[in-house]
């Protein structure tokens, strides 16, 4: 009987410790010297409507398509800081993989170019496209997610980048691929973001805002 004790608490205390899941981290912090000299006239510049200062830079982790934690950035506004960081923590939590997540700068601000690099991305100062009218990106208050599982799609037809096309089809099950009433919709809705999928023409899978625009 001794010796069989002995033999348990000797494969006990032998067994690898179960590894504890990956948690969430996440931080936000004010626009630094090299981030701001990387951004004016690119995603930034003078007459925006919102200036550096009220600007923050937020690090998170998130899943990606591989099944691996990364770490991505995203610029927000200082006053959706706090929202956005909720609801990153609720899809890391979903295992909601995430393609990649840079800054726009990382594209020249181009939006299509980002787009077609299916990334993720906040601010950026530019306009809604064919007008004059700020975007709520140009504000921080946006923010793109996955585009191509996600794309922007008018009734006519058009798609948004145009390797969205074969999620047009929103009745389909893909990763990353948003639903109405779906755990992401209802992530950001916990925060007070709308979803541009829930606009009657175009739809803007891809968007999420503090406004609804």
């Known amino acids: 009987m001794r010796a069989l004790l002995a033999l348990l608490l000797a494969l006990a205390f032998s067994a690898p410790a179960q590894a504890a899941p990956p948690a969430f981290q996440g931080r936000a912090e004010s626009i630094g010297a090299e981030l701001r000299q990387r951004m004016t006239g690119v995603s930034w510049h003078p007459g925006c409507p919102v200036g550096l200062n009220r600007l ?19 610029v927000v506004n ?43 991305s906040a601010f950026n100062c530019r306009f809604v496209a064919g007008t004059s009218t700020w975007s709520e990106h140009a504000y921080g208050r946006a923010l793109d997610l996955n585009p191509r599982e996600n794309p922007y799609v008018t009734a006519s037809g058009y798609v948004s980048p145009p390797a969205g096309a074969p999620y047009a089809d929103r009745s389909q099950r893909a990763p990353g691929l948003i639903h109405r009433g779906g755990p992401v919709v209802r992530a950001f809705a916990a925060v007070g973001w709308e979803w541009g999928g829930n606009w009657a ?4 899978y891809q968007h999420f805002s503090a406004s609804g625009d």
Not at 81 to 86: F, H, P
Not at 201 to 204: F, L, R, S, Y
């Open 201 to 204: 023409w175009p739809k803007d």
């Open 78 to 120: 200082q006053d959706a800081a706090g929202e956005m960081l909720g609801a990153m923590r609720s899809l890391f939590r979903l295992h909601y993989p995430i393609r990649q997540l840079r800054l726009v700068d990382a594209y020249g601000a181009d939006d299509h170019r980002s787009m077609d690099a299916d990334n993720t």
């Open 56 to 74: 923050r830079l937020l690090t998170v982790s998130h899943w990606g398509f591989d099944g691996e934690v990364h770490r991505g950035r995203l």
